[in-house]
């Protein structure tokens, strides 16, 4: 069992950073594939981005390719989600999540691939 505990969520304006941490407990964080995904009021859950255990491999969607880095601490148990050039339409309730098995590159944009979820941290962009 894995429990992941996101914080760094808040209210920043547009055009601003905030970097969100997801600490998770187990001995075997770093054989976890790790993922961010948000939702906005009214919308479904959306991928944002995965890092692989190694940290080799990381994919992004398209909306926040370029603006948003992932990365990890396996030392730290940690998992990093540093938002740049923030939009108000990035306001969302960030959640991470985490699996042990192998996941196709094709679905780790699949939500239902991840068995741990955190509690999720709000995040809020002023224009």
């Known amino acids: 069992q894995v429990q992941l505990v996101e914080s760094g969520g808040g209210l920043v304006q547009a055009g601003g950073s905030l970097r969100l941490s997801c600490v998770a407990s187990?001995?075997?964080?770093?054989?976890?594939?790790m993922g961010w995904f948000r939702q906005a009021p009214g919308k479904e859950r959306e991928f944002v981005g995965t890092?692989?255990?190694?940290?080799?491999?990381?994919y992004y969607a398209d909306s926040v390719k370029g603006r948003f880095t992932i990365s990890r601490d396996n030392a730290k148990n940690t998992v990093y989600l540093q938002m740049s050039s923030l939009k108000p339409e990035d306001t969302a309730v960030y959640y991470c999540?985490?699996?042990?098995?192998?996941?196709?590159?094709?679905?780790?944009?699949?939500?239902?691939?991840?068995?741990?979820w955190g509690q999720g941290t709000q995040v809020t962009v002023s224009s």
């Open positions: 187990g001995r075997t964080f770093s054989s976890y594939t």
């Open positions: 890092i692989r255990y190694s940290g080799g491999s990381i």
């Open positions: 999540a985490a699996t042990s098995k192998w996941v196709p590159e094709y679905y780790v944009r699949l939500g239902t691939r991840y068995d741990y």
